[in-house]
T-cell receptor, first 118, second 113 residues
Framework: ETGVTQTPRHLVMGMTNKKSLKCEQHLGHNAMYWYKQSAKKPLELMFVYSLEERVENNSVPSRFSPECPNSSHLFLHLHTLQPEDSALYLC?????????????????FGPGTRLTVL | RKEVEQDPGPFNVPEGATVAFNCTYSNSASQSFFWYRQDCRKEPKLLMSVYSSGNEDGRFTAQLNRASQYISLLIRDSKLSDSATYLCVVKSGVGGATNKLIFGTGTLLAVQP
């Protein structure tokens, strides 16, 4: 496989369920991201992992819990979600260059998981 | 005020037309600018970066006006395959340890036969 893959592509869950979204990148990148895309709203950055360390948490509710076990995999664990959490969840990866004052190259997105919370 | 603002459209244009999209951003310290393209029910993909001097890639021309905090994308000789949502994207901050991209809501383009 190439690029960035996400599973599942579609997920329907109840508010009491626990589920996980998976992202895998085959590009050798060292930074990974979770975004949320809701209808009529811009993409919202949720989490950033750089070299497997979370470097940004964009005021996301605790019912969303990310996990980055290695540089190729990223998970988003979901529990007790609300209907307003229904959205397209996109994973992306990029290559970080440098240490202090690091810059990042283009972000490559996965196809997303379409989540519906009932 | 939104950090990145775009006209949502839709822009309905005939094949062969020239169409221009505009975008404004609120953070004057922003350093990097991009246009991404998102097809219906697909993920966003980088279309082109936007440089201070303006840049062209085939039928696509991007321009940046830092004084007015304004970015534009011009598409010449529109093709049916250009139909998509065009996302204006601004990278916040200078250097640092993160690459935080701020996305506009996107402008929908529909090219008609």
């Amino acid at each position: 496989e190439t690029g960035v893959t996400q599973t599942p592509r579609h997920l329907v869950m109840g508010m009491t369920n626990k589920k996980s979204l998976k992202c895998e990148q085959h590009l050798g990148h060292n930074a990974m991201y979770w975004y949320k895309q809701s209808a009529k709203k811009p993409l919202e950055l949720m989490f950033v992992y750089s070299l497997e360390e979370r470097v940004e948490n964009n005021s996301v509710p605790s019912r969303f819990s990310p996990e980055c076990p290695n540089s190729s995999h990223l998970f988003l664990h979901l529990h007790t979600l609300q209907p307003e959490d229904s959205a397209l969840y996109l994973c992306a990866s990029s290559q970080k260059r440098g240490l202090a004052g690091a810059t990042y190259n283009e972000q490559f997105f996965g196809p997303g998981t379409r989540l519906t919370v009932l | 005020r939104k950090e990145v603002e775009q006209d949502p459209g839709p822009f309905n244009v005939p094949e062969g037309a020239t169409v221009a999209f505009n975008c404004t951003y609120s953070n004057s310290a922003s350093q990097s600018f991009f246009w991404y393209r998102q097809d219906c029910r697909k993920e966003p993909k980088l279309l082109m970066s936007v440089y201070s001097s303006g840049n062209e890639d085939g039928r696509f021309t991007a321009q940046l006006n830092r004084a007015s905090q304004y970015i534009s994308l011009l598409i010449r000789d529109s093709k049916l395959s250009d139909s998509a949502t065009y996302l204006c994207v601004v990278k916040s901050g200078v250097g640092g340890a993160t690459n935080k991209l701020i996305f506009g809501t996107g402008t929908l383009l529909a090219v008609q036969p």
